[in-house]
Every structure is written in C-alpha cells, then in structure tokens.
C-alpha cells in the first residue's frame, strides 16, 4: 500500500474521503500508522535507495499531513483536485467590501503599539480572525458541496487573506513578548 | 534508578547479529555514552567509574587531555583549557559577541568566518574540540563493548539550526563516527522517560543544560513519539546563572571583569557555579574568592539575591513553553506531565516556575543527566537493526522557520517551523529586472521578517537561465529537510532548466565583505542607530515600490483594474506616499507596504501572466532551453 502513495490524493494516503471537516483523530491516527511503515528510521540499515525512497515518501505524507490539518492549505487542495488552480490569478476580482475590512483590520494592527495593552488587543485581533476563518470554512462547504466552484474559489481566497494576517497577529505578538523581557 | 533498566520487550536479537551502536549525549557541560545491552540500556562509566565526562579539553605542548583531569587544570592553564565549547558550534565570529565577553580565550585572528581558538596544541575550531571529545566517548564504547561500533546517535538541541547540526555533524565525521541520527535532546528524553513509565499523552519535556534550552511538546502513543511542537534557546542555559552569579561577585568586590585575568574569571566562575549548587541545599550559601595576595572577598549569596539574578532567565524559557504550546495548540491542562531534563533542572528556583506555570508538580523522579544518553542509546540500538519488530517510531519537527531573501531584504518563509519531517517543499520566484539571467538565492533561518534578523545559512547561485521581462522568469526553488533536520536545497528556472543545487554549509552571512563590514556596523552602534538603519532600509524600500506601482499603472491599469480594485490601489498607494515622509519607525512604513501589497496582488499576479505570454509570444518553446 506505502507505495501506491504517489499516485494518490491527499485523503486517499489516509483513507479517508474527502472532506471539509475531517476528523482530526483520525488522520492522527493514520498519520502514525503509515510513518510506521514508511519512516526513514525503519530504513536505517537498508541500501540508499530504500532510504532515498523512505524519506520522499515520509517528505510526501508530511505534507499531505500538513496540508489536511491546516483549513485554508485543505480547502485549497480541495479544489485543486476539481482542477482549480489559486496561485494562478486569472479572475480575480475581490469584493471590495472584504477588502476595505481587510485594511482597516491591518491599520489596527499596524496601531496596536499605541493601545493601553498591545498583547490584549493582539489576542481579540486574533479571536476575532479566527471566528471569521471558522464562518469561511462553513461558507466553503456550503458552495463546495453543491459543486458552486467560483464561489468555494473566492472563499478560499479570502481565507488565505485571513490566515496572512493571522500570520502576522502571531509573529507581532512574539515580538512584543520578546520585547516585554 | 529505574530508568537504567529499561528491557525492551519482543527484542528477541541472536547474538551473532547484534550490532553495536551507542549513544552520545554531547552537551555543553558534560557528555555521556551509553548503550543496550541484553535489552537494558545503560550509560557507560569510564575505568574510574565516572559516567559524567566533563565537557572539557586541555591542549598541551604534547597532547590532548579530555574531562575531569583537564577541568581540574582549568583554573592553572585557562587559555589552553576549553569548556562549553558547544556554545560555539556553528556559530561565526559575528556571533561571539553575543556570546558574552566572558569567554577567557585568546581567539586567533583569521580571514575565515568560523572562531579559531589559540592553544598550546595550535588554533582550534569548535567542531575539532567536540571531535576531541567525541573520541574519548567512542574510545569507551568500543573498549566496553569490546567490539567495533556500527555507529553513533548523537543527540542535539531541539533548538540548533542547521549551522549547529551540521558542525555537530562534522564533528563526529571527524572523530571517525558513523551517525545513524541528530536526535533532538528532549526527544531522546521523552524515548527513556516514555518507555519507563508507559505514559501515554501528552508530555512537555522541559530540557534546561548548561548553554541551551528546550521545550518539546510532544504526544507519546504505542511506542510512538510525536513531537507536536518545540521551541526554546540555543544560547540559555545554566552556564548563565554562573555568569550572573559572577557578575554580581565581581560587582559586590567593587571589581571590574575586564581588569581581571582569564584564571581569575575562571576561578570566580567556579566559586559561583558551587553557591549555585549549595543554593539548591540550603538557603544561602558563602562565597570566598582570593583575588590576588592582597585582595579576598568573601561574601553571602541569599536565595533571594539569586532569584533575582537568574529569574528573568528563568521568565525567557517560559515565554518559549507558551509559545511551543501555542504552536502545538495544546492548552496547559491538556499536559499529563512535565518532564524535567538537563542539569540546570536541579536548581530549585527553575522546577518552582516550572511548576507554576505548569499548574503541576513537574517530574524530577528522573537522572536528568543521563536520560537524554539512554534515549540517544535506545534509538540507536533500533537504528542499527536490532529491535526489527521494535514498535519504536520517533517523529520530529522543524524547530526554525527556513526561508529565502526576496527584495527589500525581506525573508520568505519556505517551510514553516514545527513541521514535521522529513520534509520537502518547492516554491516558485520570480526575477525583478528585465533581462536578469541570473539570481542569488540567500538562505535563512529564523522566525522575523527582516533577513538581518535571521540566520544566514547560505548562499548559491543559479546562473545562465535566459533573459525575461521582470517577473516573468520562474524559478523553482525545492527545499528537502531530512530527518536529521539538514537541509539540502536545489533550484531550477522552470522555463530553461538551468539548475543549481547546494549542499546547506554554514555561511554565518560572512562571506561577502559587505555584509560583514554591516554587521560589524550594526554591533557597533546602538539599538537607536538600528532603527533609524531599518527606517532607511524600509524607505528605500517604498521608493522601489512605489516607482514599481506607478510604472504598472501606467501601463496598462485600465486594462487589468476594475473601478473597485483602482480605487483601493490608489487609496493604499496615496497612505504609502505619506507614510514614506512621515512615518516614524520601519514597522509603520511596512504595514503601509503590505497594504499596498494586499490591495495589489491580484493585478500582479495578472501582469505577471501577461508578461510571460508576451516572452513566449512569437518564439519557440526551444528557443528558451539554449543557452
């Protein structure tokens, strides 16, 4: 089975069908299973090749892994199975109503300093984007189980939009930790 | 101690297949070896009966003394007498620095980039003085084993970046070790402590030595190891409570350290690393030291004075649980135990805050000097073939983001940290100049933004791909971490082929005599005169962008904007425009440039597509392999 691999989709690696929500526990589960078999560890002593092969393959459900656990990489991979492509930009026009949110959101974290408690505000920012993430990924499915592609393409481009700043409501914090000590 | 006789069940080995490999616990203050034997695994002690072997190497006019016999000399012979030498491995001249000035060598003046260290015996890199003590390990393990090795887990901090683990690497290499694994320190921890106590769940395995610092989270199942996340420092650990301790004698004596002799230090450091020893007894503890004929000071270190000296310390290391468990998304009360590894972990101050912050009695019931050995000895033994129905199975992370420089100075991050791995990833750039065939790929690793603030690891070039319109060329930059965390990386323009590859060697961002005067610079003066630096970097930086915008529009704005995104452009470019003229700091002046960025990115992505339809347009596909 480890090598059929190659030629499977993310939730085929881990028997499992595809899904919007799919239960963590078991790709935990199944996550560890399969690096039973194919981690490079279990090839210690074998020939190059069985060890070149052990860590593409470990390389490769990594990021199937990886891919699965994190909502916006899973959602995108979604469509890419339905042949939609997001890093190729070719219709994107954006609602210009989630844009402006999505500048007046980074005009408060580029404020937060100022406020009376920078890491307080950092943590609301933060709770905030994460319900607005969990509404897309209901979005998301809504248009995906009834095959509405364009709509699921331009949640998931928002949710990209979300988990940029995400990214950068966690990397500011750090630093402002960083700069309390 | 019941962790020194871990059997594994089901290890069912016949003698004559039983390969020999051993463990090795490399750490800054002592190192360990250790083994299995008729499924028990063990640290090995040395004729004397000394499990411990001091970290330390004298060099001499006719050899090389490794261990308690050249820590005893320390005092005598500090020049020619290193300790804590893995505070130095991977790490340039540009670091030393921050090392702290108390480093009692005379380091030699060299065009290389890495720290050679003058002794008796000539000059001396950090990787040669760890192989040295790597051999005296070896040496024991074959002379207890009685039979040639297969070859050696070697155990680092979850925290070193690829620097460190390759000079660790090398290191054994040198030493004629065959590594079977870089095993990350709290790993092997959790390996001994896992298969001793058959915990299952999740474990936080809080790893303090004498120079670094760990903290993995990590879920423990069926013989399976799952590090969820790790953070930590590389440059912490117990060393540095003597240090302070130091300070604060030298202070109290109305002494200056820079007035004092490399022995002196030293002696101090001694006296102090003791008061911190006697701290964890008793509630104070006297300090004496004899500075020269004329001058001794004796003194009382209280607990309370020592609190305060270490307790900032101690508030850094779990700012980085927070962080690991943030990472993990695991909440405190999810963490069955905390497991307290390292010899720092003795001092009562760090398992009090631990503790604390924990909401739980951490568990000290384990020899936190040897455990990592043991673990490092148990993965071995299954790594050379001799458990093969073993359920044994160790997965590990990424412990820093690695990434590429892209303009403006800016660090894109490739593979983001605590992934699992091995790992590989491709991701795709673009040329910013027309006509450029050529493209400098830098390598960094570290979580901030700004390369400067991250870890040059190296630097390649690819060369020779054919001329484009700027943005149009694509360059497919793969990046494989494999299970030792080592990094290799290759690099290919998607439209020619052209392809480079590198083999990730420490590059300490020294090579190029620029960058080296900018460090030098930026160590020179203060932390003011880096922001005002970053405030003209970011400057520059929208001048770029903002000439690349106007140009764009120019161009064919109306053809690829709606009224909508026109507006929204224009509106993030006029903030910009002023925020290049106002603003009074580099973080401001960025977020106007990432607004800029967010409202612009569909158009060039659009115009990027543009432009290599109009390349390809009127030649042959051929035409783009040649040259």
């Given at each position: 089975m480890p090598d059929s691999i190659f030629s499977q989709n993310y939730f085929e690696i881990f028997s499992m069908d595809i899904s919007t929500n799919p239960d963590l526990s078991v790709l935990n589960e199944s996550n560890r299973e399969l690096q039973r078999l194919v981690h490079p560890d279990k090839f210690a002593s074998s020939g190059d090749a069985e060890k070149r092969q052990a860590m593409q393959k470990t390389s490769l459900i990594n990021q199937a892994f990886n891919t699965l656990k994190d909502p916006a990489l899973r959602l995108q991979y979604m469509l890419s199975l339905k042949g939609i492509d997001m890093n190729a930009e070719t219709d994107t026009t954006m609602d210009a109503a989630f844009l402006m949110d999505q500048m007046e959101l980074r005009e408060k974290i580029s404020e937060v300093r100022t406020h009376s408690d920078p890491l307080d505000e950092l943590d609301a920012i933060a709770k905030n984007l994460k319900k607005t993430s969990a509404n897309l990924i209901v979005e998301f499915d809504k248009y995906f189980q009834t095959d509405v592609l364009d709509k699921s393409r331009e949640v998931v481009r928002k949710l990209q939009f979300i988990n940029k700043a995400q990214r950068e409501v966690a990397e500011l914090t750090e630093q402002l930790e960083d700069e309390l000590l | 101690m019941a962790l020194l006789q871990i059997s594994e069940p089901?290890?069912?080995?016949k003698p004559h297949e039983h390969r020999f490999a051993i463990g090795i616990d490399l750490g800054t203050t002592n190192s360990l070896v250790a083994t299995v034997r008729s499924g028990q695994a063990d640290t090995l002690p040395d004729i004397n009966g000394q499990h411990l072997l001091p970290s330390v190497v004298q060099y001499t006019g006719d050899g090389v003394l490794v261990g308690q016999q050249a820590k005893d000399n320390q005092v005598l012979d500090s020049q020619n007498t290193i300790s804590s030498i893995k505070r130095l491995?991977?790490?340039?001249?540009?670091?030393l620095k921050m090392l702290g000035d108390n480093l009692p060598y005379v380091f030699a003046e060299t065009d290389s980039s890495v720290p050679r260290i003058q002794t008796a015996a000539g000059d001396k890199t950090a990787v040669e003085i760890s192989a040295d003590i790597l051999k005296v390990l070896k040496q024991r393990g074959e002379q207890t084993l009685g039979d040639k090795l297969e070859g050696a887990v070697i155990t680092v901090p979850a925290y070193f970046d690829d620097a460190q683990r390759q000079a660790t690497k090398d290191a054994a290499k040198l030493a004629g070790i065959n590594v079977l694994r870089l095993l990350n320190e709290p790993t092997a921890a959790a390996v001994a402590y896992g298969l001793d106590s058959g915990a299952e769940g999740v474990v936080a395995v809080y790893d303090l030595g004498g120079g670094t610092f760990d903290i993995s989270i990590m879920q423990l199942k069926q013989g399976v190891f799952e590090v969820l996340s790790t953070g930590g420092d590389s440059?912490?650990?117990g060393d540095d409570f003597d240090h302070a301790i130091a300070e604060w004698v030298i202070a109290q004596a109305g002494l200056n350290a820079n007035d004092l002799s490399a022995g002196t230090l030293r002696l101090v450091l001694q006296e102090a690393c003791a008061a911190k020893e006697n701290l964890s007894e008793q509630d104070q503890s006297e300090i004496s030291i004899k500075f020269d004929e004329s001058k001794t000071w004796f003194g009382t270190l209280t607990r309370d004075i020592f609190h305060q000296l270490i307790d900032p310390m101690i508030k850094k290391t779990l700012m980085s649980c927070r962080r690991a468990l943030r990472d993990a998304e695991i909440e405190k009360d999810q963490v069955l135990d905390v497991v307290m590894v390292g010899g720092s972990t003795r001092t009562l101050r760090v398992r009090e805050l631990v503790g604390e912050f924990f909401n739980t009695q951490p568990r000290v019931d384990i020899d936190p000097d040897r455990v990592v050995a043991i673990g490092a000895a148990i993965q071995a033994n299954a790594l050379a073939g001799n458990d093969p129905d073993g359920n044994l199975l160790l997965m590990d992370v990424l412990p820093l983001s690695l990434g590429i420089e892209t303009m403006g100075g800016l660090a894109e991050k490739i593979i983001q940290r605590n992934?699992?791995?091995?790992v590989s990833k491709a991701q795709d750039f673009t040329t910013y100049k027309d006509g450029q065939t050529a493209m400098a790929v830098h390598i960094v690793q570290g979580e901030r933004e700004l390369i400067d603030d991250c870890r040059s690891l190296a630097r390649f070039e690819l060369r020779g791909f054919p001329p484009h319109v700027a943005g149009s060329a694509r360059i497919r930059v793969t990046f494989q971490v494999d299970a030792d965390g080592l990094l290799s990386v290759s690099a290919k323009e998607e439209n020619s082929g052209v392809e480079a590859s590198v083999e990730v060697k420490p590059s300490y961002g020294l090579q190029d005599a620029e960058i080296e005067a900018m460090l030098k610079a930026s160590m020179e003066f203060a932390g003011e005169d880096k922001d005002v630096r970053s405030l003209r970097e970011q400057q520059v930086e929208a001048d770029r962008v903002l000439e690349a915008i106007d140009s764009a529009m120019a161009d064919d704005a109306d053809e690829m904007l709606s009224e909508d995104e026109k507006v929204a452009i224009l509106s993030a470019r006029a903030n910009l425009a002023a925020a290049r003229h106002q603003a009074k700091d580099a973080q401001e002046l960025k977020s106007a440039m990432a607004n800029l960025e967010t409202a612009s990115a569909g158009y060039v992505a659009r115009r990027m597509n543009a432009s290599v339809q109009k390349t390809m347009a009127g030649h042959k596909v051929e035409e783009f392999n040649n040259d």
């Open positions: - | 089901g290890q069912s080995t491995m991977g790490r340039g001249i540009s670091d440059a912490l650990g992934t699992p791995i091995p």
